[in-house]
């Protein structure tokens, strides 16, 4: 999908807009429960109710950013999601959700680092945060690898109870 907002880019990851062209990759993505096990998001019940979330997500043309669907160059294989959300309180959150198969090669380090380079270069946020269960340490790590660093515990969402953050380093002086 071509578009004329930003996308993030990396040297392994192809990133662009979740269409409902997607769907089935997406009712694939959350239908495994392992995948899903730390986030508090049901399944899709049907691919057409992937379709009906995807043809409704309006976070690119509210914020001009959203979460990205992923694919792998090499294979041009989708491999998950990963991008940036506007919550109501005006902070934005880094998110991921890669498919089990494409855990543990480094692809959610890559598409969150990529990801922070375009909020602080391109959007100028002033800073990002990154929410995890404390029991999910796979994500936990990538949070700490990309730079974010223990900020609070949060009772906002169950399903969210650590709070991650990192500054935009050229804001800061």
Not at 67 to 75: L, P, Q, S
Not at 81 to 104: A, P, Y
Request: aromatic share 12%.
């Amino acid at each position: 999908m071509t578009t004329s907002r930003p996308v993030p880019k990396s040297e392994r990851l192809f990133f662009y807009e979740m269409s409902p062209s997607d769907a089935r990759h997406f009712y694939l993505l959350n239908a495994d429960p392992e995948v899903v096990k730390y986030t508090g998001d049901p399944p899709f019940q049907s691919e057409k109710d992937a379709r009906s979330f995807l043809e409704n997500y309006g976070e690119y043309a509210e914020s001009g950013f959203g979460r990205w669907a992923v694919k792998a160059i090499e294979e041009e294989r989708f491999i998950g999601w990963c991008g940036l959300k506007r919550h109501k309180n005006g902070e934005v959150d880094l998110g991921f959700r890669l498919l089990k198969q494409e855990w543990n090669k480094g692809y959610a380090t890559e598409a969150s680092l990529a990801c922070l380079k375009l909020a602080f270069e391109t959007h100028r946020l002033s800073y990002v945060i990154g929410r995890a269960m404390q029991e999910n340490k796979a994500s936990l790590r990538v949070l700490e690898k990309i730079g974010m660093r223990f900020w609070k515990e949060t009772d906002e969402d169950p399903h969210c109870a650590l709070c991650f953050r990192i500054d935009n380093p050229s804001l800061s002086s």
